[in-house]
């Protein structure tokens, strides 16, 4: 039986997460990247999911989310599309398919949106792609903005490690997050932050702040489904909790599948016609 307390049967949209965060409750928000997948997180009764780049890492074994293409991401998000009902659907923009120009941009928000039937697109960055955002939204098409330890950007960076410690980054970040709301996003993730700095930008914005590795002091939280479920075992940052340890779960069950074919045991004359 399900302990979550709120409405499973009432949809989300963007709307309603500004509501939630109004009156204090916390947003989930998890990783899909298929139908069955998607199924299971909505029927549990998740509020966000996010169709992240991150495919490219735990679909395509990709070691960053640069390689994922648009037509890789639209083709997830419409496997997704089909097993949801009630949670708001969200697709990461792949490098590539926005920052050219914003005419650019605009072109592949509305392919996402168009071919995948996807309810609100997600793109890193500030103020670098300030006119990206006001054009795609200009069309109509909701956007969450993504701030703090940027994927996309690794090249730039250089590391994975926690972003706006320095005074002027952190400045920037919180500039960066009022504008994000001013020009009109409902959201934004906030990634690999300090706590205190996750908690400001919530104080200050009316638009919920989804954290992963920003504290508690934000709207809600996002993980990656395969790192939260135990299937990716290679990664294991600081700010990850695993919920289950399905990797070794399916090597068990393989192996006990394995034994049975070999020793004659499956099939049974039960499972035989």
Known sequence: MSTNTTDNTRKVTTRRLV?????GEKISMLTAYDFSSAKILDEAGIDVILVGDSASNVMAGNTTTLP???DQMIYHAKSVMKGTQRALVVVDMPFGSYQGNSKEALASAIRIMKESHAEAVKIEGGS??????QRILCAGIPVMGHLGLTPQSI????????????????AKLIED???LEEIGCFGIVLEKIPAELARKVAEEVNIPIIGIGAGGGVDGQVL???DMLGINKDFSPRFLRRYANLAEIMNDAVQNYIADVKSGDF????ESY
């Open 177 to 179: 997050a009022k504008m």
């Open 19 to 23: 509501e939630m965060k109004k009156r």
């Open 128 to 133: 670098e792609i300030k006119e990206s955002i």
């Open 68 to 70: 994922i293409t648009l």
């Open 155 to 170: 090249n730039k960076f250089g590391t994975y490690n926690v972003r706006a410690r320095e005074e002027a980054e952190a």
């Open 224 to 226: 990656v489904m395969h």
């Open 267 to 270: 099939p049974s004359p039960k």
